[in-house]
């Protein structure tokens, strides 16, 4: 698995969802897009700040489409906070194939612990609403919106 640097950026967008959130996704390559979804995601669920990383797992997800990659990733990573409440900031990620398309990952985080942990949003799902991800001159693009 490569470890490379990771320059991908995140925002949130105000005016796309309402009762949820949308968040665009900037990565320099597939790997770095999705190790940057992962940082976004706990972000949500916490001040990434106060997570000691404390725990190591290790994923492995296969879809048919890039999207729908992404949409598992990221729905393995909120599956992975309510069955073992684990939150994991820090995603080292490599996007393989051509349809189908696999990811393997090792993330790293900590169980939540509110006491030492600055809480922010549970994150039910990921949804398909204006799911997209697309290359772009300098890497790649995503917007995801999740059901909080």
């Known amino acids: ?51 000691p990383v404390t725990c190591k797992r290790r994923l492995a997800l296969e879809a048919e489409t890039r999207d729908l990659l992404l949409f598992d990733w990221l729905g393995e990573l909120i599956f992975r906070k309510d069955r073992d ?7 080292d990620v490599t996007v393989a194939g051509d349809g189908p398309y696999r990811l393997d990952a090792v993330v790293r985080g900590a169980p939540l612990d509110p006491a030492h942990m600055e809480l922010r949003n549970d994150p039910k799902a990921v949804t398909l609403h204006a799911l997209a991800l697309d290359s772009s001159e300098r890497g790649w693009r995503a917007r995801v919106v999740i059901d909080l």
């Open 1 to 51: 698995m490569r470890h490379s640097r990771r320059v991908g950026r995140y925002r949130y967008l105000e005016d796309v969802a309402i009762a949820d959130c949308a968040i665009e996704l900037e990565g320099g390559d597939l790997d770095d897009l999705f190790a940057t979804a992962a940082a976004a995601l706990a972000a949500v669920m916490v001040d990434p700040a106060t997570v």
């Open 85 to 91: 409440g684990e939150v994991f900031p820090v995603a």
